[in-house]
């Protein structure tokens, strides 16, 4: 089975979608290229996920879908250089995530981790706010009104480092991201 990955771009200046594009079309190339050979094998290549948590304030093209691309393992240092080279954060990381929530003051934040390949680290992002859940539905489909954390006006002036928490893997995720939501909700 081919190992997947994946490469997460974070922070409030990211490079536009087109670029990424234009990155994984080329690999795509490659990839097209090297599978009509003769001695081609899929365990040479890597499935690497390109995935992105936008942390700025300023509307961003929205994306459709998460690029998928195969890369042959001898070029992935090359190619992680090329995301490292363009504007924001980039990290590798593990298929593998974890969806938290926290509850504060009648509000229920939902949030994303990420743990990191080839370090003892994960990384945690604030996404999406809601009143808690009172218990009544339409239908069958509970009512769950959610709302981008973007909009509300203390994460607006947090500074982009307190956008996102970097931790130790072996650190409890949940406890880890109730506090890191109640240290920076105002």
Excluded at 24 to 43: A, M, N, P, V
Excluded at 64 to 83: A, C, G, M, R, W
């Amino acid at each position: 089975m081919i190992e997947r990955k994946v490469v997460l771009l974070y922070g409030d200046i990211l490079s536009p979608f087109k670029h990424i594009e234009k990155i994984t079309t080329k690999y795509h190339q490659y990839y097209l290229r090297d599978k009509d050979k003769e001695d081609f094998s899929i365990d040479n290549y890597y499935e690497i996920w390109i995935d992105e948590r936008y942390t700025g304030i300023n509307a961003r093209e929205p994306r459709d879908y998460t690029p998928v691309i195969l890369v042959k393992k001898e070029f992935l240092s090359k190619f992680l250089n090329i995301f490292r080279a363009l504007k924001g954060n980039m990290c590798l990381c593990k298929l593998n995530h974890e969806h938290l929530i926290s509850y504060i003051d009648g509000f229920e934040y939902e949030g994303y981790c990420f743990y990191m390949k080839n370090e003892k680290k994960k990384i945690l992002f604030l996404e999406e706010y809601g009143p808690e859940d009172n218990g009544m539905s339409v239908g069958f489909i509970p009512k769950k009104e959610r709302y981008s954390i973007k909009t509300l006006e203390w994460y607006k002036s947090l500074p982009e480092e307190k956008k996102f928490k970097i931790l130790d893997v072996n650190m409890d995720t949940e406890l880890a991201f109730d506090q890191w939501v109640k240290e920076i909700v105002k």
